[in-house]
């Protein structure tokens, strides 16, 4: 597999972490998820976890194992947001490499085939996690609400450099619409 091919997710969805639902886990037969914290789970000024995503958390490891994974180098921090969740963590992963991801599905007992790898980032959430073989989803990131600027300018960057590169993100993107009636797949 190629570097490039490395950057291209598994699946992307076209809103936020709370867009993972367990039908899609299902549908991909993920047992386990490792998750990226910073604009993932929260934004990157907020050290508290949102009601919203505490439901979240509690609904889907219902259905798989959750291990937060992430770069930032304050344990302070992320520990915090660990804590709230109940979840097992790493801190200062130091992804792209792919060691501290296989850690994680170590501890879950996983296979990384069975694992989907969680994240806003391209050049380090993905390629990570393309990498080591697990299933890799790309999240739109969590910004502060109260920004005047709801967006992501490294996330931006890197999606301009990957298309280049010949990514395709809209491509991959898929919406899932549930309803009691009937299940729809947008490609």
Same mark, same amino acid.
């Given at each position: ?43 990157? !000024?907020?050290?508290? $976890? ?6 979240? /958390? %509690? &609904?889907?490891?219902? #259905? ?35 060691? !501290?991801?296989?850690? $994680? ?6 296979? /990384? %085939? &069975?694992?989907?790898? #969680? ?47 010949? /990514? ?20």
């Amino acid at each position: 597999m190629s570097w490039v091919s490395n950057l291209q997710p598994d699946l992307v969805l076209g809103g936020s972490i709370m867009s993972l639902t367990q039908d899609i886990l299902q549908h991909y037969q993920l047992k386990g998820l490792i998750l990226d914290v910073d604009e993932t789970l929260v934004p990157m !000024k907020s050290s508290q $976890a949102s009601e919203e995503l505490m439901q979240w /958390v %509690e &609904q889907t490891r219902s #259905v798989a194992s959750l291990w937060l994974v992430s770069n930032n180098l304050s344990e302070a921090r992320i520990g915090s947001i660990a804590r709230a969740l109940n979840l097992p963590y790493i801190f200062g992963a130091g992804k792209p490499s792919r060691r !501290k991801l296989k850690t $994680a599905a170590d501890a879950m007992n996983l296979s /990384v %085939e &069975q694992v989907g790898m #969680v994240g806003d980032r391209l050049f380090t959430d993905v390629l990570a996690g393309n990498r080591l073989g697990m299933f890799t989803i790309l999240v739109e990131p969590m910004v502060e609400p109260t920004a005047n600027e709801l967006w992501s300018p490294i996330r931006d960057f890197e999606v301009w450099i990957s298309e280049i590169l010949g /990514v395709s993100i809209l491509g991959k993107q898929q919406n899932y619409i549930n309803s009691d009636k009937s299940r729809q797949t947008e490609i």
